[in-house]
């Protein structure tokens, strides 16, 4: 039995890209120049819904629920469970609340393979897009006369659905007039941005994950998509290493773990960071079995 995603948003079957199947014991993964064999313990279905949109996936877990392969996408909910009893495996649907922190519990060489090839753009989507345009040049106006970082965010979730919605042809004729006029901008707000990573404001690359210090509490941003506030009476910001994985934990001495973001987090800029703030920054080398623990006790985080 093969088992591959759909395009659920009108009904057209994608591309078999990529095409799970099962071989000799083995879980195989067949996409373009590559097949990937894994043996995980259980497939997991997902759906986010957040301030970018609706994400959906199926996730690949070993026997500690730590990610072995995500594949965001759309997928048929019976065709998974039958092939998961075919193939012997658990098959769980996670409940949305967990969703963030499970996908941020990645096993050493996880990978993060796309679902679905998007179909060519119809009628609507390119209306849509102009539409989306059309806005995005009345925000962008703003931008320029308040200096508002945070509506050049807005802006930019704008045009990433613009993007995700017609292809880029379409999307480079539609917004290039735009971006003659407004591409300046962007340099300037990328050293603000600078300057306020500088100033200890912020933690973060421009448009990546960003943490932010305010009065009494940091926040962590991603785009339109923001975590709660945590509270930084004996804050502790825990840079970790665990086989080929990196990430830090935001940590307070009464609550344990409040979030967790994995990725690569230079250690001269984190202490810069905790240094302007008051903040206690630890590095460390993780076990498995410490790793497990920690990431299990966090209560929210990015991927």
């Known amino acids: 039995m093969e088992v591959t995603p759909f395009k659920g948003a009108d009904g057209a079957a994608a591309p078999p890209s990529p095409v799970m199947s099962w071989d000799d014991g083995s879980f195989v993964i067949n996409v373009p120049g590559e097949d990937l064999r894994l043996r995980p313990d259980t497939l997991a279905y997902y759906h986010y819904e957040h301030a970018d949109g609706d994400l959906y996936g199926l996730a690949l877990l070993d026997r500690d629920g730590l990610i072995l392969l995500d594949l965001p996408g759309e997928w048929l909910h019976g065709e998974l469970r039958d092939f998961a009893a075919e193939a012997g495996l658990w098959f769980t649907v996670m409940r949305e609340a967990d969703v963030p922190v499970r996908l941020a519990r990645r096993a050493p060489g996880w990978k993060r393979l796309p679902g679905v090839v998007p179909s060519p753009p119809s009628r609507w989507r390119k209306r849509l897009v102009m539409a989306a345009s059309a806005a995005m040049t009345g925000a962008m106006s703003y931008a320029i006369s308040a200096g508002a ?87 502790r910001l825990v840079r970790y290493t665990f086989a080929d994985l990196t990430g830090l934990f935001i940590v307070d001495d009464h609550e344990g773990v409040r979030q967790h973001l994995p990725g690569n987090w230079p250690v001269a800029a984190l202490d810069h960071f905790a240094t302007m703030n008051g903040f206690t920054l630890e590095t460390t080398q993780l076990t498995r079995e410490e790793y497990i623990e920690l990431v299990r006790s966090a209560t929210d985080a990015t991927f």
């Open 149 to 235: 970082w945070e509506t050049w965010r807005a802006v930019q979730w704008i045009g990433r659905m613009a993007l995700e919605l017609l292809d880029a042809k379409w999307a480079a004729l539609i917004f290039s007039p735009l971006l003659f006029v407004l591409g300046p901008l962007k340099p300037l707000l990328v050293r603000l941005h600078r300057r306020r990573v500088a100033s200890g404001k912020v933690f973060g690359l421009p448009y990546g994950i960003n943490i932010v210090a305010r009065v009494g509490s940091v926040q962590v941003k991603r785009g339109t998509h923001t975590l709660p506030a945590v509270h930084d009476q004996g804050l």
